[in-house]
């Protein structure tokens, strides 16, 4: 877990928040591993493909914080963690 990641207690209260798989008929890669890319672009402003492998892949970060923010899932989350 590096710096600024979600801690487990974190984790845990968004876990059950977010949808449980892909609209596309596949298996979503970690939900967490995404969260925690997504927060780290967001503190550092690096463009989302020098993103670290660590996260996963840049694009696949990049389209499921778009759709995110499509769908209503980054609102619903903030309102619910308020």
Same mark, same amino acid.
């Given at each position: 877990?590096?710096?600024?990641?979600?801690?487990?207690?974190? @984790?845990?209260?968004?876990?059950?928040?977010?949808?449980?798989?892909? &609209?596309?008929?596949?298996?979503?890669?970690?939900?967490?591993?995404?969260?925690?890319?997504?927060?780290?672009?967001? &503190?550092?402003?690096?463009?989302?493909?020098?993103?670290?492998?660590?996260?996963?892949? @840049?694009?696949?970060?990049?389209?499921?914080?778009?759709? @995110?923010?499509?769908?209503?899932?980054?609102?619903?989350?903030?309102?619910?963690?308020?």
């Amino acid at each position: 877990m590096g710096r600024g990641d979600l801690t487990n207690a974190e @984790w845990e209260r968004l876990r059950p928040l977010l949808p449980e798989g892909g &609209r596309r008929g596949g298996r979503w890669n970690d939900h967490r591993k995404t969260i925690d890319g997504v927060l780290y672009r967001a &503190r550092t402003g690096l463009p989302w493909r020098d993103l670290p492998e660590r996260f996963g892949s @840049w694009i696949t970060v990049y389209k499921r914080h778009r759709r @995110w923010s499509a769908d209503g899932t980054w609102q619903m989350l903030l309102t619910a963690i308020q």
